[in-house]
C-alpha cells in the first residue's frame, strides 16, 4: 500500500490556513515554567485531574507533572490520558476532571454549544499537525482526486474542520465527497484495509 500526503498545514498553498493551536487550560503550567528557585508551595497541596491528549503537541504539560512542577505550585495533580483533545475536554465536560490539553475545533464547538469553559493557556501551536493522506491505488494524487472518493475524518476535531476547509479551497463540497467519522485511532487500521480512499487526520496518526 502507497500513501500519499496530498496536504499538510504548512505547504505553500494552504498559508490561508488557520495554525492548529493546544491549549492547557491551566496556568499553573506557564508559571511553573518561569521559576528559576524551585520551592516547594507550603500548606496542603490542592488536588486537580488533568485530562491529557496523548499527542506531541501536550508533551510541555505531560513534562510539567513528571518534574514536580506543579507541586511547587501548590498543586497534586493526577492525569488521565485520552487519544486526542475531544475526549479529554469531554471529561471536563463531564465533571471527570479539572482540566484538558485540547486543539481549538472541540473548543470552538463547545462554546458554541454554550458550554462554561475558559482557555487561559496556550502550550503550543504548529502549522504542522494536520495533513490529508490518500491511497495512490484509488488515483489520488492531488487534492482535486479527492471529489467523489471516500474520506474519514473524526467529527468535532481538528481533522473534520481542516477536511471541510480544504476542500472548499480546492472547489470540491461536502456533496461531493462520503465523509465517514472515525475515531482518531481507528484510522490508520481502514485506510491500511481499504475500508476508505484518504483521512483527515493529525499527530500522532499521520505516522501511517
Not at 500526503?5 to 493546544?22: E, H, T
Not at 486537580?48 to 503537541?57: C, K, L, M
Not at 507541586?71 to 492525569?79: F, H, I, N
Request: with cysteine.
Amino acid at each position: 500500500m502507497a500513501i500519499e500526503n496530498i496536504a499538510r498545514r504548512g505547504k505553500s498553498y494552504l498559508k490561508q490556513m488557520p495554525v492548529a493551536v493546544s491549549a492547557l487550560a491551566m496556568i499553573a503550567c506557564l508559571c511553573s515554567c518561569t521559576r528559576t528557585d524551585h520551592t516547594p508551595a507550603s500548606g496542603p497541596l490542592e488536588k486537580v485531574t488533568i485530562a491529557y491528549a496523548t499527542q506531541p503537541e501536550t508533551a510541555l504539560a505531560q513534562v510539567a507533572q513528571s518534574q514536580g512542577y506543579y507541586r511547587e505550585e501548590g498543586l497534586q495533580a493526577t492525569g488521565h490520558l485520552h487519544p486526542y483533545g475531544k475526549l479529554a475536554l469531554k471529561e471536563v465536560l463531564e465533571g471527570k476532571a479539572d482540566f484538558a490539553t485540547v486543539a481549538e475545533t472541540p473548543v470552538m464547538f463547545a462554546i458554541m454549544n454554550e458550554e462554561k469553559i475558559s482557555v487561559i493557556a496556550t502550550i503550543q501551536t504548529s502549522s504542522l499537525g494536520n495533513a490529508i493522506l490518500a491511497r495512490r491505488d484509488r488515483g489520488i494524487r492531488t487534492l482535486t482526486d479527492l471529489s467523489g472518493k471516500t474520506i474519514a475524518a473524526t467529527s468535532g476535531t481538528t481533522s473534520h474542520f481542516f477536511l471541510d476547509a480544504i476542500l472548499g479551497i480546492n472547489g470540491i463540497s461536502l456533496q461531493d465527497v462520503k465523509v465517514v467519522d472515525l475515531q482518531a485511532e481507528e484510522i490508520p487500521e481502514a485506510l491500511a484495509r481499504g475500508d476508505i480512499d484518504a483521512v483527515s487526520t493529525f499527530n500522532p496518526y499521520l505516522a501511517i
